[in-house]
């Protein structure tokens, strides 16, 4: 079976400061991993995804995440926040495969609040 | 292109009765799932259809149903509606051979 742990239901951080979201998974087998951000009234859009090989992902809008088997976390970082980046952040977690493509694990979600 | 189009955007039920939700996937995509995010929660897997049938499944009672179309649209059925079912319900598509999946915005069902 697999899961996810999202730490921290809401963050807050300072314009300008680093953004740091963090996921642990737990999968039987080698996972894909995801964070996706949902904006207000609005689907789920795509941040970034690991499948295989290069552990560190860079993803869209300057995120990035490192996938860390020993540590089994997926945590999701960004340099500078920006007040455009104020939404809900799900990591997520499906088995590898297009057949297994559409049936992803979402965490609960971590609320990201930008201060001016 | 369109996107993963969902109607409607919201709908208020009362318990006991039933209700049908569209999707129309983003052109291109044979591959529709269904996903029920309740308030505060992550979106959490119903089933996805392809070709006509349904593939997967989660972990969701018999009262969840759906369908797929000739044109690969999709309809949601939830029978004998609980206050529980209030969510939004997101629909998301992607082609069968494909990994990405793109999510529409929702619909928003309200129970009574």
């Known amino acids: 079976a697999q899961s996810v742990t999202q730490l921290g239901s809401h963050v807050s951080v300072s314009e300008g400061a680093l953004v740091l979201l963090r996921c642990n998974y737990s999968s039987s087998v080698p996972p894909y991993l995801f964070w996706y951000v949902q904006y207000p009234n609005q689907g789920l859009q795509l941040l970034l995804k690991y499948t295989t090989g290069a552990t560190l992902v860079k993803g869209i809008n300057g995120f990035e995440a490192e996938f860390k088997k020993s540590e089994t976390s997926f945590h999701l970082t960004k340099p500078s926040a920006h007040m455009s980046d104020a939404a809900e952040y799900f990591c997520?977690?499906?088995?590898?495969?297009?057949?297994?493509?559409?049936?992803?694990?979402f965490g609960s979600g971590t609320r990201l609040s930008i201060r001016p | 292109d369109a996107g993963v189009t969902q109607s409607p955007t919201h709908l208020i039920k009362t318990r006991g009765q039933q209700v049908t939700l569209r999707c129309s996937p983003k052109s291109g995509h044979d591959t529709v799932s269904w996903y029920q995010q309740a308030l505060g929660q992550g979106p959490q897997f119903i089933f996805q259809y392809y070709e006509e049938e349904e593939r997967q499944r989660g972990n969701f009672p018999d009262r969840f149903s759906g369908h797929q179309f000739p044109n690969y649209s999709s309809e949601l059925n939830v029978n004998a509606l609980l206050l529980g079912d209030s969510a939004l319900y997101l629909c998301a598509s992607r082609s069968w051979m494909g990994e990405k999946l793109f999510f529409g915005s929702g619909t928003q069902l309200s129970v009574l």
């Open positions: 997520a977690v499906s088995l590898p495969g297009y057949s297994s493509a559409s049936k992803i694990i």
